[in-house]
């Protein structure tokens, strides 16, 4: 069974510049999750679709930062404009249903200059 | 008060030696701990699950729960190299409320 999918797996840009972020969840899997884990914590949650709904996006700094789910299988993230505080790795993680349990992707690391 | 801690480390021990992690909380409506191992480089895997207070035992791994201490640990017997990695502890309220990851501990099991 193929794992969760994210491109790119590392990103430079500089500061006010934009940037996205891709997700393919494992098939049949009906929510997807996408975290930031700053350098030294854990991984804390941004937004979290359930098929192409959104069930909690009370992290989310949506000044800056929107998320899709476009037929509630694949997920962009993007950031615009990034601040030099948004140097990350961003997550994105799915789940048969909001029960089960959680299986990651490797991740894409953002260094914002 | 952060709402979960851990101590960072990094811990260093030798092959075969009993590791413990241990986690600590503040919130008393958290029902459900999770223990995740995150590789370098790799996002993080699920290792234990466990609902309320009491013990699970899963090979080498055992999770023990103490709601009453706000308290969780893992243990891992006989360690082995491959165990190197950092250990994040989580929690959740119910088992469909966000999970609360704890900063994790970095472990080092040397041959």
């Known amino acids: 069974e193929a794992g969760v999918a994210q491109s790119p797996r590392y990103k430079i840009i500089e500061k006010r510049q934009s940037v996205a972020f891709w997700c393919n969840p494992i098939?049949?899997?009906?929510?997807l999750y996408w975290y930031q884990q700053i350098l030294g914590q854990g991984p804390k949650l941004l937004i979290q679709?359930?098929?192409?709904?959104?069930?909690?996006d009370s992290q989310l700094p949506k000044d800056r930062f929107s998320a899709e789910r476009l037929k509630g299988v694949d997920s962009t993230l993007k950031i615009q404009p990034a601040k030099l505080e948004d140097s990350a790795v961003y997550l994105c993680?799915?789940?048969?249903?909001?029960?089960?349990?959680?299986?990651f992707g490797p991740g894409t690391r953002l260094l914002v200059l | 008060q952060k709402e979960v801690e851990q101590d960072p480390g990094p811990l260093s021990v030798p092959e075969g030696a009993i590791v413990s992690l241990n986690c600590t909380y503040s919130n008393s409506a958290f029902q459900y701990f999770m223990w995740y191992r995150q590789y370098s480089r790799k996002g993080p895997e699920l290792l234990m699950y466990t609902y309320s207070s009491g013990n699970k035992e899963d090979g080498r791994f055992t999770a023990q729960v103490d709601k009453s201490s706000k308290y969780i640990s893992l243990f891992i017997r006989d360690s082995q190299p491959s165990d190197s990695a950092t250990y994040l502890c989580?929690?959740?309220?119910?088992?469909?409320?966000?999970?609360?990851f704890g900063p994790g501990t970095s472990l080092s099991v040397i041959p």
């Open positions: 098939s049949g899997h009906a929510t």
């Open positions: 993680a799915s789940s048969l249903s909001l029960l089960e349990t959680q299986y």
């Open positions: 989580a929690m959740g309220k119910t088992s469909y409320d966000k999970v609360i």
């Open positions: 679709f359930q098929n192409n709904g959104v069930v909690d």
